[in-house]
């Protein structure tokens, strides 16, 4: 592991269905990260949080709705998706003030929409 | 904000032979540029990075260098090994500004190493 879990590492779930995707990291980061990457398709950046605040919300669909109870915690509560969300969902963390370190990524659940 | 363009999209080169990626920025004031590894269905992990006042960097088999002027940086490894194959994506950020430092990857390159 890397300091970045996220679970479950697979999910099935239909169109109709709610559920969450977790990330937990304990590096001591302030920043966190949601991507999403579809097959042959590039990182696609969904939401930034900074020390708890999301920062950036780069145009996501309102099924998609992140959490960041805490600096160490972040979520992203699914509902009503469609196929075409299928996709590896990674999460990153980084020291907001200081990415010279890089980001840490997670290594991702895999979602199915059926 | 920042736009990283990276090319070539796949790259396919025979085992022993060298593969160079190249990136393109387009804020002069970025700073920092890494480069991630990502293996078929694993996470991007960091490889290699640079930093502003440096021109070249290497490690073994990759080097990345970097040209300020130009706005563009480039990945290189050298003998390659059918290991090496895998998707390769290049960042930049800048530190310091009102912008908390967030990486603005490339769209990726795919390896494909051919023993």
């Known amino acids: 592991e890397t300091g970045v879990t996220q679970t479950p590492r697979h999910l099935v779930m239909g169109m109709t269905n709610k559920k969450s995707l977790k990330c937990e990291q304990h590096?001591?980061?302030?920043?966190m990260y949601w991507y999403k990457q579809s097959a042959k398709k590039p990182l696609e950046l969904m939401f930034v949080?900074?020390?708890?605040?999301?920062?950036e919300n780069n145009s996501v669909p309102s099924r998609f709705s992140p959490e960041c109870p805490n600096s160490s915690h972040l979520f992203l509560h699914l509902h009503t998706l469609q196929p075409e969300d299928s996709a590896l969902y990674l999460c990153a963390s980084s020291q907001a003030l200081d990415t010279e370190r890089g980001y840490t990524f997670g290594s991702g659940t895999r979602l199915t929409v059926v | 904000g920042e736009n990283v363009e990276q090319h070539p999209s796949t790259l396919s080169v025979q085992e022993g032979d060298s593969a160079v990626i190249k990136c393109t920025y387009s804020?002069?004031?970025?700073?920092?540029f890494p480069w991630y590894k990502q293996e078929l269905g694993k996470r991007p992990q960091l490889i290699i990075d640079?930093?502003?006042?440096?021109g070249e960097k290497k490690d073994q088999r990759i080097a990345v260098t970097l040209n300020k002027t130009a706005k563009h940086f480039s990945l290189h490894i050298t003998e390659t090994q059918p290991e090496d194959s895998a998707v390769y994506f290049c960042a930049a950020s800048k530190k310091g500004g009102s912008t908390l430092g967030r990486l603005y990857f490339g769209r990726g390159t795919q390896l494909t190493v051919w023993p």
């Open positions: 949080y900074n020390f708890k605040e999301q920062t």
């Open positions: 590096l001591g980061h302030n920043a």
């Open positions: 640079i930093r502003s006042n440096v």
């Open positions: 804020d002069s004031a970025s700073n920092y």
